[in-house]
């Protein structure tokens, strides 16, 4: 078996991903069933989780191409 598997879910370290997929989902489910409110504060924590996660994602893809250097 592998072990340099990383787990995708809470646990590892892909949090930020994984909260904005649950927020999303969440929003997605609450849309569907009317309620509006609930679903545009879900949709907005997505966002914002989605939007940490690719800054935090960039800086570190920056970060390790320096040090390779």
């Known amino acids: ?37 609930i679903a545009a504060a879900a949709a907005g924590i997505a966002k914002i989780c989605f939007v940490i996660f690719l800054v935090l994602f960039l800086v570190s893809l920056l970060a390790g191409r320096r040090r390779a250097l």
């Open 1 to 37: 078996m592998a072990e340099n598997v990383q787990p995708l879910m809470p646990g590892g370290e892909h949090y930020m991903l994984w909260y904005a997929w649950v927020f999303l989902v969440i929003a997605i489910i609450a849309a569907i069933l009317g309620f509006g409110g």
